[in-house]
């Protein structure tokens, strides 16, 4: 499947199959028709404006519509610093790492806008400060829908169109904790769950006794503690590396599932995320593409923040909460998790003439500004959170409770975050409500894994073929 939308060479796009992310950034040059002009007097900035950082090599390349920069580090520092100053220069701050070579291209679009794409994999972090975003694939839709918004003018942080699974981009995590909502899938690093395919990037479920055999359920052990980087465990909170089947009456994580995430490649403050994605069909499936904070600057979760670009459930669309018909948008955020106020920043949505979100491939859109928080799918506005006063005050918490987010109205949500997609299953924090929709386990319930798993004959026929694609987000 590819995506219906066009490519500009401006625009972050992040494929996961079909999905396509965009990060991008508000840029401050205007376009002109002198292009070698305006490259001598950006030669000119770049040398004055960053000393002894950066040394422009400077070639340029100049046609009648590109120009191509070459900058190298002049000490030993990293691609992501070379990316910085460039950005910087364009409004866009940095954090020096270490020593790479990097090419820009400067793309003259319709409308007479600027954008840039990074043509390099950038190792390092970059820092977004720019308050307006918006990508070129939105404003097209946009003037399609007679809809605008944002600014025009934007520079590419990120692209990957996964013509490969890059595990140097993306880390899998790799733990049998269940995630922070005691889900029942163990998170591996394994081509069965995780996978492109045509240009596709899929994240698929499957059954773990495909893999050790029914009998290792109960009586078998997962060991992920691995020996390297690409293999060791990453959580190991309630036994997350090493479990015993039948340890505290219950058996081994029954499912097998994928979540990926950017944390040692990039994070960004403000900007714009555009994802296309397709999302997977089966009962207690629970997709998610959503961000952390890099640093925790505020404390533990909540306190933070947590973005939900976009969250669904793979029940069919009869289930009274809503499944593949309904997706959902979220911020979390709270001084503790008793005083979680996500349920102010919450809004869902569902398509007109019983269309489903597992039909065909939707867009998704994070447009993220120091003045406020707006997701929407398809170009149409599904949460709006702007930051007019402090989130504190939103929150009307008690008056015992400390005011930790006193450094701007946009706090916890004026950090750097990255990107997480992953597929969970089940979970007894109340995604899926006891007592609704024939749910099999009980949120209390000691044992609720087991009682998820003995009722496979009636959950596992929806997930479709153990090799289909079905059940995958794509």
């Known amino acids: 499947m590819k995506p219906h939308l066009t490519k500009p060479r401006g625009a972050i796009l992040l494929a996961l199959g079909a999905v396509v992310l ?26 004055q404006h960053h000393g002894d950082h950066v040394d422009v090599n400077g070639e340029f390349a100049l046609d009648d519509s590109t120009f191509h920069v070459a900058f190298e580090t002049s000490s030993s520092i990293g691609s992501g610093v070379v990316a910085g100053e460039l950005h910087k220069m364009i409004g866009v701050d940095y954090k020096p790492q270490g020593a790479s070579r990097i090419d820009y291209t ?23 400060e720019d308050d307006n975003v918006q990508s070129n694939d939105e404003q097209q839709s946009r003037e399609m829908k007679g809809e605008t918004v944002g600014n025009a003018n934007r520079c590419l942080l990120f692209s990957d169109e996964f013509d490969k699974l890059d595990n140097s981009v993306w880390r899998h995590d790799i733990t049998l904790t269940g995630g ?5 899938q163990a998170y591996l690093n394994n081509r069965t769950n995780t996978f492109v395919r045509d240009g596709i990037f899929y994240i698929r479920p499957t059954l773990t006794e495909y893999r050790i055999g029914a009998r290792a359920l109960h009586e078998g052990i997962l060991d992920v503690w691995g020996s390297d980087p690409g293999t060791q465990c990453t959580g190991n909170y309630d036994y997350g590396c090493f479990r015993v089947g039948g340890a505290g009456g219950n058996i081994l994580n029954p499912v097998q599932s994928g979540l990926v995430r950017s944390v040692n490649s990039f994070k960004f403050r403000f900007g714009k995320v555009e994802v296309r994605a397709k999302m997977p069909k089966g009962k207690w499936i629970w997709p998610a593409i959503w961000m952390l904070p890099a640093h ?4 533990g979760w909540p306190a933070s923040g947590e973005i939900d670009l976009v969250e669904s459930r793979g029940n069919g669309p009869d289930y009274p909460p809503g499944g593949y018909n309904k997706v959902a948008s979220t911020l979390h955020w709270g001084p503790s998790y008793e005083f979680n106020r996500f349920p102010m920043t919450h809004n869902e949505t569902s398509l007109p003439g019983g269309k489903t979100f597992a039909d065909d491939f939707h867009i998704f859109t994070l447009d993220w500004t120091a003045q406020g928080i707006k997701t929407y799918v398809d170009g149409k506005l599904l949460l709006n959170v702007p930051f007019d006063n402090s989130m504190f005050s939103k929150g009307k918490f008690p008056p015992w409770v400390e005011n930790l987010w006193a450094s701007s109205n946009a706090a916890p949500f004026d950090q750097e975050f990255y990107m997480i997609m992953n597929v969970a299953v089940a979970g007894t924090a109340g995604y899926f409500p006891d007592g609704v929709g024939g749910k099999p386990w009980s949120d209390k319930s000691p044992h609720a894994v087991n009682e998820f798993y003995a009722a496979k004959a009636d959950w596992y026929p929806t997930w479709g073929d153990e090799n289909g694609l079905d059940r995958a987000l794509a």
């Open 180 to 184: 922070g909502n005691f889900e029942v």
């Open 296 to 299: 925790y600057q505020y404390g």
């Open 106 to 128: 400067h793309v003259q679009q319709q409308q007479q806008q600027t954008d840039f794409a990074i043509h390099d994999e950038l190792e390092n972090e970059l820092e977004n």
């Open 22 to 47: 965009s990060i991008s950034a508000t840029t401050s040059f205007a376009s002109t028709t002198d292009n070698e002009t305006q490259a001598q007097q950006q030669q000119q900035q770049q040398q």
